[in-house]
């Protein structure tokens, strides 16, 4: 007889639950969001080794797919890297009395934002996930000039076909001396930002050369100038230096991913 709809989920839920017990037996990981010890992070659709040989060759730098996923809190590694930053870097007492815009919000980075307590904490996104998130086009904020201290827009630019029109957005809304915190997956070794081109069209193809099946572009190294154009003054702070005692398959983060603090003066 066929199993139920319902009783495949539960089966799937026990499975999950006692892989995610024994996983819990090892020490060797650490979530700093959940705080969990445990064997392993999740890999992301097959982990690197499952990356084409051609974004390989370009050093691309994005999620860390080995280390993906937390087993407990589901987290993923780029809001743990955000949120080893934002230790480090003491972000955290800046957010306090603050009036903040974030785009396509981590649910786990907002959490903590919000324990903050800013002054106001806008999250927007253009087709919202989650109660509390308003429908928001990067590329059109309703918001007046020089609102935000900070704007967080994290792995969105790849996705946005009008990407310079979204960091003129961002520049706009922002006061001066406020800071977007602006991270992209790119590849430094691609001088040139790879986008509409027309043999790439199909979503393997989007996956083999973009990296993902609804990614736009490849952003090269010249991503920094697009977002010096529009008129930040940028800081790419390395994990080295910021994170140097972190070692990236423990915290489960990429160490090739920098924090992108784009500054408006
Ligand atoms: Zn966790």
Not at 32 to 42: A, H, P, T
Not at 97 to 111: D, F, N, R, S, Y
Request: include cysteine; glycine fraction near 6%.
């Amino acid at each position: 007889m066929a199993m139920s709809y319902k009783a495949q989920q539960d089966n799937v839920g026990l499975i999950r639950k006692i892989r995610r017990g024994i996983n819990g037996l090892g020490r060797k990981c650490h979530c700093c969001i959940c705080g969990k010890r445990f064997m392993r992070f999740s890999t992301y659709r097959g982990g690197w080794d499952a990356v084409s040989s051609y974004l390989k060759q370009l050093d691309w730098t994005g999620s860390d797919f080995d280390h993906f996923w937390c087993p407990f809190c589901r987290s993923h590694d780029r809001e743990r890297h955000l949120k080893l930053y934002f230790d480090a870097l003491n972000f955290w007492d800046k957010f306090k009395g603050a009036t903040v815009l974030h785009i396509a919000p981590e649910k786990h980075i907002a959490l903590c934002i919000e324990s903050c307590q800013p002054k106001r904490y806008l999250k927007g996104d253009i087709v919202p996930a989650r109660e509390g998130v308003e429908v928001m086009d990067v590329t059109a904020i309703p918001e007046a000039d020089n609102t935000f201290d900070f704007v967080l827009c994290n792995h969105v630019l790849e996705h946005v076909p009008d990407d310079r029109k979204a960091l003129s957005e961002i520049f706009r809304v922002l006061k001066p001396g406020g800071v977007a915190i602006l991270q992209t997956p790119y590849a430094p070794e691609l001088r040139y930002t790879r986008e509409r081109d027309p043999s790439i069209s199909t979503e393997a193809q989007r996956l083999e050369f973009y990296g993902q099946e609804d990614h736009i572009r490849l952003y090269g190294i010249d991503l920094l100038d697009r977002i010096l154009e529009s008129g930040f003054d940028l800081q790419l702070k390395k994990h080295s230096a910021v994170l140097p005692e972190v070692d990236s398959a423990v915290a489960g983060v990429n160490s090739a991913e920098p924090l992108f603090v784009a500054r408006k003066h």
